[in-house]
């Protein structure tokens, strides 16, 4: 008897890692994009593109543009979902990365204020919603192809390679900032420097495009394209036959996101504001823990596959609040290691256990004809209600009151509402997924 695999046998063999390296590498050039611009906007776009205002009121210009971006997610989830269950995940994939990269590459080139007026601000914020509705149909997408192509039990594991897109993103991002920062000097980043990891994305999307062109949607949604099973409109019918689990995931998505914002974003402007602008404490936290968010948010995955998804979730929200806080401490006194370790327990304790099984448990929920637009909703939808305004919340309550406890308490309410959805939402870990 020959012991040559086949051709079909090797696919099969080979098609969930090369699926799961797909997503792993087109989320990380998406999060690459849409972090650089978030990163910037603590650090640049306050400066350079609302100038003609107080700090404080060009700070929060600053982060409503960001949270321009988040405001789009959930109409490119609804565009991208509606694509990705009729035409398949592939195709909206693809569109997603060199839309985002286009638009990137363009805010690298844009004009400022001191040259263009009130226009600079204007088409950043148009860039920014671009940026939005790109990303708003990419994580659903990759998420999906990656679990639908998982084997059994290691559903949670092959879903972490796209949320490996968030810290990988964030590492490069901050990582060239941070480098460019410190090579060209504080005076030419701010003049020009600042534009280089922007433009550089046009060749990160080149390489991205070259690995997902490579792989094919899961055998079981091609199946059901062929039957002509796909819904003709499935945003509606998630909306009607799944309600309750497009909440859920929503609630799911709440404490997460905004926890991760408040420390990555919020947090770079806030240590600015506390131990001066030439302070890199944030930036140096933010590069560590998206370092070692490549090991944390597997590892959370993996312990996902064994015992569930509820309760490395319920780690998470519940004790989100609480690194949040010792953050703020940390900031207070004025230690670079107390600010990185504090982040640490943020983002690679508590967020990761949030963050890791998440792609799994979203796609869990769905059944596959109605899987991206049940998800990217969710996850669209909990990333406009906290994420896109938490920076924005968080400046106002510091800036009206000069106390970082009300932030803190907004989270606490996020997290009341993130426990109650895992407690209601069904465990998934050890069931087959839905057909």
Known sequence: MSTTASPLSTESTHTPRRVALASAVGTTIEWYDFYLYATATALVFNQLFFPSISPTAGTLAAFATYAAGFGARPIGAVISGHLGDRLGRKAVLIAAL?????????????PTYATI???????????????????????????ILAVEHAPERRRGFFGSFTQLGSPAGMLLATGSLFGVRVIAGDEAFLAWAWRLPFVASIVLVGVGLFIRLRIQDAPEFRALRERGDVARLPVVEVLRAAPRNVVLTTGLRLSQIALFVLLTTYGLTYIAGELGKASSAGLLAVVITSALGLATTPLWAI???????????LVGSIGGTITLALFFLAVGTGSTTLIVLAMVLGINVTHDAMYGPQAAWFAELFSTRLRYSGASLGYGIGSVVAGGFAPLVAAALVGATGSFWLVVAFLAVLSVLTTVAALLARETALEPLAP
């Open 98 to 110: 060199v839309t985002m990269g286009v638009a990137t590459t363009a805010i690298g080139l844009l």
């Open 117 to 143: 007026g009130v226009w600079a601000p204007a088409l950043l914020v148009v860039l920014r919603i671009v940026q939005g509705l790109a990303v708003g149909g990419e994580w659903a997408g990759a998420a």
């Open 303 to 313: 312990l996902s596959d064994r015992i569930g998804r509820r309760t490395p979730y």
